[in-house]
């Protein structure tokens, strides 16, 4: 029997899919996969449920991503509860007859061969367990990082991506002028390139109908006519007009620059005519941006940096934030625009209003980023601190360690706020260079999402680097693997990542990686901040030696299978065995640093220099400027102990 193709819609994401769909089978079966406006004769037939006469659940709007694969006849119908859904259906068949896509990018595809396109015996009935499942743009990335990473992230069911600022500028700026690096000579990047590139970034999510963010820190920017594309970079070129500087929060009697940093900076919110120019901004901005599905409103950086002069005391920030809310959701309705707007709930916006509260929430998403918070234990862990929530005090505020605390500031929100919501993490951007096997930080990840729903929100946005794959992508399957189904356990996940990434010895590596993670516990957070912990530093000099023998596991799992394996599994085995290399330099030098040693930089650089030297064959897989950054945090932490206590003898 021909085996044919029929596609019930003119949609361009379900035309995407069975295009998709035709491409994988022919790369699998060697034949192509013939169209026919016979959907009665046809082998597969794509299109959103009520297009292919499925019925849709009574709980699913076309908001939900459900997936619906069908038996019918001697093929399938796949199906779903929107477009991209549909897309998401194709994807999973794929899974079901063998492909896999371990990381993203070509270096990640798993391509079977096999006779015949059809699955037997399969029957998929699958509603997401979350709404959001998104990645943020950080770290530093090109334009093909990005592009591999949507395209890993529908494969894998996530549905929405987001830029910071408007085009993302001070990511990719990192990539391109290979900060740091001094082995990568600078590349050419201008704003038109940029922009070139935020359309690609679009057209490819809306290709997958995929759900576009934008913006978050820079309103206040735009407001006093200043950039806040540099991101957090110092630049001594920008000035804050004349007729602005007014506008400046007041903080110790000083209104400039926080910091020197325009997107750090904060502004008089007490003043009519500044909150005006911020919402006047974000609806100009919306008017010409229709495309974008979520746009993110945040106030600047930073934390305890608001305007002290009498006419802002008249509440808390988050008091001014939410006049602004009310204001902005006016000025969109009065222009036409049904624009929903995400609120950042963050640093001094944790205290909750006292004498305001949204009056239309169903234009906005609350958006929880617990951003100093701990990740050695997950939201639903029992809290082993003492620590307990502070009163407000403006700009003399403690940030909130504990992730019961932070949980506490956000149900004071959620007393006055009944809208819709979502977790901003950070799991896979600093913490994570801590935990370099990554186990740790994936227990604490998969028992986070699990529990989103119990604390009230629906769905990640995870602000991440966008490479994260080394020295497995156990992180990144976890997160999108979790967000469509918490029902999984830890081990599930674990358990289908380390086998296709590995084969048979998948499980030999993971119990290495899972035993490494659990002796990295005395280095995840600072050891000598406040103050120097005896304990931990004994454990961990305890520890390193039986760190340094499940290295020499992994080599003996490298060395085995290095020269059998092939395509993307050799890949992941070269990603291994680059790792193993890095932890003979890098475990050394944590013994100096838990020793106190003064050379520990020197030994640490030694480990760095490493990682620079590999970024063109790690690069698609490790983000090398964010995790020499963040390490050396750990020297800079060092030599500040060292400069308190200057007759510390080394431990």
């Known amino acids: 029997m021909k085996t044919t193709l029929h596609i019930a819609s003119d949609d361009p994401t379900v035309r995407f899919a069975a295009r998709e769909l035709s491409r994988h089978l022919r790369m699998a079966t060697g034949k192509a996969l013939p169209a026919t406006r016979d959907a009665a004769a046809a082998t597969f037939r794509l299109g959103v449920c009520e297009d292919v006469g499925v019925a849709r659940p009574r709980d699913v709007t076309a908001d939900n991503d459900w997936v619906r694969i069908k038996p019918a006849g001697g093929g399938y119908v796949l199906t779903g509860s929107n477009p991209r859904s549909v897309l998401f259906a194709v994807y999973r068949y794929l899974h079901e007859l063998g492909f896999r896509w371990l990381r993203p990018g070509v270096r990640g595809v798993v391509t079977p061969k096999v006779r015949g396109p059809i699955v037997r015996g399969l029957n998929v009935d699958e509603k997401a367990s979350y709404k959001y499942r998104t990645i943020c743009i950080e770290g530093a990335c090109s334009e093909q990082h990005v592009l591999d990473l949507i395209d890993w992230q529908a494969k894998h069911a996530m549905n929405g991506y987001f830029i910071q600022f408007h085009y993302g500028s001070v990511f990719f700026k990192r990539w391109y002028d290979h900060k740091g690096s001094p082995y990568l000579k600078p590349e050419k990047l201008t704003p038109a390139m940029l922009a070139k590139t935020a359309e690609k970034i679009e057209e490819s999510l809306r290709l997958r109908g995929m759900n576009f963010e934008r913006m978050g820190h820079g309103w206040t920017c735009a407001a006093i006519g200043v950039s806040g594309e540099q991101g957090w970079d110092k630049e001594e070129s920008t000035i804050v007009p004349a007729d602005k500087v007014e506008w400046l929060a007041q903080v110790n009697g000083r209104k400039e620059l926080w910091g020197g940093v325009a997107v750090n900076t904060n502004l008089n919110y007490g003043n009519p005519a500044v909150r005006d120019a911020v919402t006047d901004a974000i609806v100009d901005y919306a008017g010409k941006h229709t495309d974008v599905n979520l746009l993110h409103f945040w106030l600047a950086d930073?934390?305890?940096?608001?305007?002290?002069?009498?006419?802002?005391?008249d509440g808390r920030p988050s008091d001014y934030f939410v006049d602004m809310l009310n204001s902005l959701d006016e000025k969109l309705s009065a222009a036409g625009l049904a624009t929903r707007i995400v609120f950042l709930i963050y640093v001094d916006t944790l205290w909750a209003p006292t004498r305001t509260t949204i009056r239309n929430p169903d234009r906005f998403?609350?958006?929880?980023?617990?951003?100093t918070?701990?990740?050695?234990?997950?939201?639903?862990?029992?809290?082993?601190?003492?620590?307990?929530?502070?009163?407000?005090?403006?700009?003399?505020?403690?940030?909130?360690?504990?992730?019961?605390?932070?949980?506490?500031?956000?149900?004071?929100?959620?007393?006055?706020?009944?809208?819709?919501?979502?977790?901003?993490?950070?799991?896979?951007?600093?913490?994570?260079?801590?935990?370099?096997?990554?186990?740790?930080?994936?227990?604490?990840?998969?028992?986070?999402?699990?529990?989103?729903?119990?604390?009230g929100l629906h769905g990640l946005n995870s602000c991440q680097v966008q490479r994260m794959s080394f020295p497995t992508n156990l992180l990144m399957d976890v997160m999108a693997r979790t967000l469509w189904n918490k029902k999984l356990t830890f081990q599930q996940i674990v358990d289908e990542t380390f086998a296709d990434a590995f084969g048979k010895d998948g499980g030999a590596v993971a119990e290495a990686l899972d035993g490494m993670s659990k002796f990295w516990l005395p280095f995840f957070e600072a050891t000598y901040i406040?103050?120097?912990?005896?304990?931990?530093?004994?454990?961990?000099?305890?520890?390193?030696?039986?760190?340094?023998e499940r290295v020499e596991e992994l080599r003996g799992l490298v060395k085995r299978n290095m020269g059998r394996a092939h395509g993307a599994v050799k890949w992941s085995w070269r990603y291994l065995d680059a790792h193993v290399k890095l932890m003979d330099l890098l475990l050394p030098a944590m013994g100096s640093y838990l020793r106190a040693?003064?050379?520990?930089?020197?030994?640490?650089?030694?480990?760095?220099?490493?990682?620079?030297?590999?970024?063109?064959?790690?690069?698609?897989?490790?983000?090398?400027?964010?995790?020499?950054?963040?390490?050396?945090?750990?020297?800079?932490?060092?030599?500040?102990?060292?400069?308190?206590?200057?007759?510390?003898?080394?431990?």
């Open 302 to 313: 930073g934390s305890n940096n608001h305007d002290e002069r009498p006419e802002s005391l």
């Open 365 to 371: 998403v609350l958006m929880f980023a617990p951003i």
């Open 373 to 455: 918070r701990t990740y050695l234990r997950s939201f639903t862990d029992p809290d082993p601190t003492d620590e307990k929530p502070t009163p407000f005090v403006r700009n003399k505020l403690a940030m909130p360690k504990s992730a019961a605390v932070n949980l506490k500031y956000l149900r004071d929100w959620q007393e006055q706020y009944k809208g819709d919501g979502f977790d901003f993490d950070y799991h896979m951007i600093w913490a994570c260079y801590y935990d370099p096997s990554m186990f740790t930080m994936g227990r604490t990840l998969h028992k986070d999402i699990q529990g989103l729903s119990k604390i």
């Open 530 to 548: 406040p103050d120097a912990d005896r304990k931990r530093i004994e454990q961990g000099l305890r520890q390193l030696p039986r760190l340094a």
């Open 597 to 651: 040693d003064p050379g520990f930089r020197a030994m640490l650089d030694k480990a760095l220099d490493y990682v620079w030297k590999s970024e063109k064959l790690l690069h698609p897989a490790l983000d090398a400027y964010m995790i020499v950054g963040v390490l050396q945090w750990r020297a800079n932490e060092l030599e500040a102990w060292l400069k308190e206590h200057p007759s510390a003898a080394a431990l």
